[in-house]
């Protein structure tokens, strides 16, 4: 049984659960709009929060489904987990569902999965949304970021992907970023599975990274053609630019892993010191490494990032810029009325005759010859 479940909110939050499934994680899901989350076959345990039809983009339609659901929705999650560690609650910041939800959700929940640590998977939205998903994301993750005690927040970057492949459809961009976010979660988790004689990391060393508070990262880098300790610092250095999560801005990881697969002559290449360089050394590291034949990969988990002010500021620049534009498009919306050019050609319509009336008298006289 794997120690990680994942709780999907939301239509993006419900596409994550749906490939955690198919990779075996304890999964289930909740939504305002049934039609949505039942495309997501694999989940088995659904939540429809009743008398909802979506959340048109609205986080106070999120906000208010938890308020006004929230016995019923701790219990569907307490009897959807059994025996995990950690759970994720994933979502995208920038719908009405999964951002409006899921702050509030997650604070219920850390009070009530004794036990249980509570993370995040946040999908920050790329380059192409509009004003009103721009305000919805930040308002997510300001929220987010004020929660006690909650364990790693990975934020999916949806715009990495739409960095590398600008040509392609939002289907396929959101495809791919939830089966490489899954992928990089899993893949550590596998790890902790494997034995080495060289040092382990195990199920420990990642739950003491991943109950860290603060923005993590996963990250894999080929070193199959570095031939120094630095080439092998700068290619995972490159690795955090390159995820599939926010980029990695500036100093301050807290806790760290740091796992190398691959064959034994390439190990020699690893400098912790260079290699943190640029983000500052960890308080604590948690090292594995694994002999093997395949092509030399080193995966790094950096822990207790602060939140990305400049992936948020690229979020928020265009609002900022375009301020005047939008508050006058809102106030319209109130005060927009129409003049007609032509107000007097309404006199031409048909309308009823006018009719005077007279006495028989005068009308018998008018008709005299
Ligand atoms: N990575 C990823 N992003 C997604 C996916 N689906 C939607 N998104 C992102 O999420 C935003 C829309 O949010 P949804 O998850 O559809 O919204 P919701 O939580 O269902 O809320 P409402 O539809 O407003 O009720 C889009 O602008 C994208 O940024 C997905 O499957 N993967
Ligand atoms: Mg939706």
Same mark, same amino acid.
């Given at each position: 049984m794997k120690s990680i479940g994942v709780l999907?909110?939301?239509?993006?939050?419900?596409?994550i659960a749906q490939i955690a499934a198919t990779m075996g994680y304890q999964t289930a899901l909740i939504n305002t709009n049934q039609r949505d989350g039942i495309v997501n076959t694999k989940v088995e345990r659904k939540?429809?929060?009743?008398?909802?039809?979506?959340?048109?983009?609205?986080?106070? &339609?999120? %906000?208010?489904?938890?308020?006004?659901?929230?016995?019923? #929705?701790?219990?569907?999650? *307490?009897?959807?987990? =059994?025996?995990?560690?950690?759970?994720?609650?994933?979502?995208?910041?920038?719908?009405?569902?999964?951002?409006?939800?899921?702050?509030l959700l997650i604070d219920l929940l850390l009070d009530n999965l004794p036990g249980v640590n509570v993370g995040a998977i946040a999908i920050v939205p790329d380059r192409n949304v509009l004003a009103g998903?721009?305000?919805?994301?930040?308002?997510?993750?300001?929220?987010?970021?004020r929660i006690d005690s909650l364990s790693s927040v990975f934020l999916v970057d949806n715009d990495q992907m739409r960095k590398l492949n600008p040509q392609s459809s939002k289907h396929q &961009?959101? %495809?791919?970023?939830?089966?490489?976010?899954?992928?990089? #979660?899993?893949?550590?988790? *596998?790890?902790?599975? =494997?034995?080495?004689?060289?040092?382990?990391?195990?199920?420990?060393?990642?739950m003491n990274i991943l109950s860290t508070r603060g923005v993590?990262?996963?990250?894999?880098?080929?070193?199959?053609?570095?031939?120094?300790?630095?080439?092998?610092?700068?290619?995972v250095q490159q690795s955090w630019l390159n995820s599939i999560f926010c980029?990695?801005?500036?100093?301050?990881?807290?806790?760290?892993?740091?796992?190398?697969?691959?064959?034994?002559?390439?190990?020699k290449l690893i400098n912790v010191?260079?290699?943190?360089?640029?983000?500052?050394?960890?308080v604590e590291l948690f090292e594995g490494t694994y002999i093997t034949d395949s092509d030399p990969t080193i995966t790094t988990i950096l822990a207790g990032l602060s939140f990305p002010s400049r992936r948020m500021i690229a979020i928020e620049e265009t609002l900022e810029k375009n301020k005047?534009?939008?508050?006058?498009?809102?106030?319209?919306?109130?005060?927009?009325?129409?003049?007609?050019?032509?107000?007097?050609?309404?006199?031409?319509?048909?309308?009823?005759?006018?009719?005077?009336?007279?006495?028989?008298?005068?009308?018998?006289?008018?008709?005299q010859k």
């Open positions: 999907g909110v939301g239509q993006a939050g419900g596409n939540f429809f929060i009743p008398g909802y039809n979506g959340a048109g983009q609205n986080r106070s &339609i999120g %906000l208010k489904a938890v308020n006004d659901n929230y016995r019923e #929705i701790i219990d569907f999650v *307490q009897k959807s987990f =059994k025996n995990i560690k950690l759970l994720l609650v994933a979502f995208s910041t920038d719908g009405g569902t999964g951002s409006g939800m899921s702050p998903n721009r305000i919805n994301a930040t308002e997510c993750i300001a929220e987010i970021s &961009i959101y %495809l791919s970023s939830n089966q490489q976010v899954m992928e990089a #979660i899993n893949h550590v988790l *596998q790890v902790t599975r =494997k034995s080495s004689f060289y040092g382990n990391f195990d199920e420990t060393d990642m993590t990262i996963i990250s894999s880098a080929a070193i199959t053609d570095a031939k120094t300790t630095s080439d092998v610092a700068s290619k980029p990695v801005e500036s100093t301050g990881v807290i806790r760290a892993g740091l796992i190398y697969e691959g064959p034994e002559k390439m190990a010191p260079a290699i943190f360089e640029a983000v500052g050394e960890p005047d534009r939008l508050q006058n498009l809102v106030n319209k919306e109130f005060t927009q009325t129409y003049e007609s050019k032509i107000p007097w050609a309404s006199s031409l319509k048909a309308r009823p005759q006018e009719r005077k009336p007279g006495s028989i008298t005068s009308k018998l006289s008018k008709y």
